[in-house]
């Protein structure tokens, strides 16, 4: 089969095309899909860097959600520890959903990760209640643009981040009741509360460094901080004086931690799947890549040059 391979750690310069990788071997409870479209996210780049949250073993495939067909036929949605990057791979049967008809592989494709990622955060981890506000970084992104939305939906205020005035529009345009500039942090707690009318209730955090520090200072008493990223590289700790002056709350989030839960992710897929329905979600493609392009999709992630979810299409 054709797969996106790294044989050494250092970034997008490792992801190599091969054209004849073996095919995945069976597993036990586990599903061979033919891979369609593979979603390309953060943990994709901390994979090619030997810094994500879970250990990677060379040789490796990276892509952590696909959407594709099975043996018999049937369209499916998957999460998997890798392997998405490849005409074929493997995914159990518990983080396996069918796509329904009227959703294509390109729309499934930004709710696996992001999708579910975005609404349990925002429900499950930050609680948000409505009448809140929350504070929602990389907005333009692939997940920042559906947390956007589905924190209107929840009916709360969004005060968003983003680095350039083009996703600072795109954010509005989503919904965002104000947008801010996260290009720099100078002065970004002032900022948010400013544009909140006082200290918010909820934050996201996903890029680590200074950005952590002036999201929790712009929090209210018993004020909630959850965190499911470090895109910056740079991972930073909040001190107990911190928590403690304020009450805070700070909870960490990582999407597979909710795998082995029967209910939790099918339950957040049928709701996704019925907001797009509906129309009351917007799936934002920044970029659609063929396989071969993977190295591409990486840089340009990496370097923000595009805004909402970026895919890559195996078929190509």
Do not use: C
């Not at 796509?99 to 709710?111: F, G, M, N, S």
């Not at 996260?182 to 900022?191: A, I, K, M, Q, Y």
């Not at 929790?216 to 700790?237: K, T, W």
């Not at 709701?271 to 340009?300: I, K, N, P, S």
């Amino acid at each position: 089969m054709r797969a996106v391979v790294i044989r050494q750690f250092g970034g997008a310069d490792e992801l190599k095309l091969e054209e004849d990788y073996p095919d995945p071997l069976p597993r036990p409870g586990h599903r061979l899909i033919d891979v369609h479209i593979a979603g390309v996210n953060y943990a994709d780049l901390h994979g090619a860097t030997d810094t994500y949250l879970a250990p990677v073993e060379l040789p490796y495939i990276l892509g952590n959600e696909f959407v594709g067909t099975t043996p018999e036929g049937r369209r499916v949605a998957a999460l998997t520890k890798g392997g998405g990057y490849a005409e074929k791979a493997l995914a159990h049967r518990a983080v396996t959903w069918d796509v329904p008809d009227d959703i294509t592989d390109e729309q499934a494709a930004h709710l696996a990760l992001q999708g579910n990622s975005a609404w349990h955060i925002l429900l499950n981890t930050a609680k948000l209640t409505p009448g809140e506000t929350v504070v929602i970084p990389a907005a333009a992104g692939g997940l920042g643009t559906l947390a956007v939305q589905l924190a209107k939906l929840a009916r709360a205020k969004v005060i968003a981040l983003a680095s350039t005035p083009e996703r600072r529009a795109l954010a509005l345009e989503l919904g965002a009741d104000a947008a801010l500039d996260s290009s720099t942090t100078d002065g970004l707690t002032d900022r948010i509360i400013e544009a909140a009318g006082g200290p918010v209730q909820v934050a996201l955090e996903m890029t680590g460094g200074p950005t952590l520090h002036a999201l929790a200072d712009a929090l209210a008493p018993r004020g909630r901080l959850a965190v499911y990223g470090y895109a910056s590289g740079q991972i930073e700790d909040i001190s107990m004086r911190t928590i403690l002056e304020r009450s805070l709350t700070v909870s960490g989030f990582w999407l597979p931690h909710l795998y082995a839960l029967r209910t939790a992710l099918p339950a957040s897929m049928n709701a996704l799947y019925g907001l797009v329905r509906t129309g009351d979600l917007r799936l934002v493609t920044g970029h659609t890549y063929a396989l071969g392009e993977a190295a591409q999709a990486h840089r340009d992630l990496a370097d923000r040059k595009t805004t909402g979810k970026l895919l890559l299409d195996i078929r190509r």
